[in-house]
């Protein structure tokens, strides 16, 4: 096992439900950057196994919003899941890198609002995200492995 992958693996463990979101945030946004990566140099492949990954993604943040007991807030993430999923689905089809990188600015917005949420929790300091251009292989993420995700 690498340092990586040892490393994800023992902050799932210990880590509170809020930073757990943020982590599912950062992989959503390396994800796309990856994604918009393969547009620009025209990698189909690649494109889609990126743009797959991230509904992966979107379906676990979706499916555990808590909608009957999350008031708006609840309902106003699932929508913009559902929107992000149908734009996701739109930009993979017409390779659109203007959409793309659309949903990556929205989803770090809201990536940082949960930062601030678990900043509040813990007291701690925000961080910033994740490097989007990192480089390691979609198929060496922890996430990928071992967690079976909802479509």
């Not at 999923?85 to 089809?93: F, K």
């Amino acid at each position: 096992m690498d340092a990586i992958r040892a490393y994800r693996e023992s902050e799932l463990v210990a880590d509170n439900p809020v930073h757990l979101v943020v982590l599912l945030y950062d992989q959503l946004l390396r994800d796309l950057q990856r994604a918009i990566d393969a547009v620009a140099k025209g990698d189909i492949t690649a494109r889609i196994r990126e743009l797959d990954h991230a509904l992966l993604v979107i379906g676990q943040l979706q499916g555990t919003i808590n909608l009957a007991g999350g008031g708006e807030v609840a309902r106003t993430l699932d929508s913009f899941y559902s929107v992000v999923r149908h734009n996701l689905l739109l930009a993979a089809s017409g390779a659109s890198l203007d959409l793309l990188e659309k949903q990556r600015q929205q989803i770090l917005a809201v990536r940082e609002a949960w930062l601030e949420v678990e900043c509040q929790q813990t007291g701690a300091q925000p961080r910033a995200a994740s490097p989007s251009t990192d480089t390691q292989k979609p198929e060496d993420t922890i996430s990928r492995g071992t967690t079976e995700w909802k479509a």
